[in-house]
């Protein structure tokens, strides 16, 4: 799994805060809508609130990966939104959300949407990852991070 992939420098939003989580959502939702033609924002924001009903999509240890598939897109889009100060996502360790890694996947993509989202479980997962990005201030230096072999990243 290569995130460069699927993200753009365009995709990646620095904030310092927001409100809530659904307005984190329609930040990431925004970003996603500017990658595909055939998305809008408020279609994507639509699925991804959907999604969240079903269960919690923050990870803990202040991450969260919102996803949903959508019959609309060919192509799977991930945007990424870095907190300054983070919002609650009703994680299961109660930590707030600081990184967000937003995926929207083509209705038929169910395996690689499983592949994706287990890829970023995992590199997430690494302190040194998330200390990595913590240090990111800027769209260019945590696009080019994340374009770095997952393998390179995790040492």
Known sequence: MLLKDYISEEGIIFASSVSSKKRALELLSEALAKQ???LTKSKILNAL???EKLGCTGLGKGIAIPHCRMAEIKNTHVAML???????FESSDGLAVKFLF???VPENAADDQLRLLAGLAKLLDN???RQSIEKCYHASCLYELLCQDPEDLAV
């Open 49 to 51: 609130l959907a999604r």
């Open 82 to 88: 870095k907190l300054n100060d983070g919002v609650e």
């Open 36 to 38: 595909d033609s055939g």
């Open 102 to 104: 937003c995926m929207v």
């Open 127 to 129: 302190d040194q990852v």
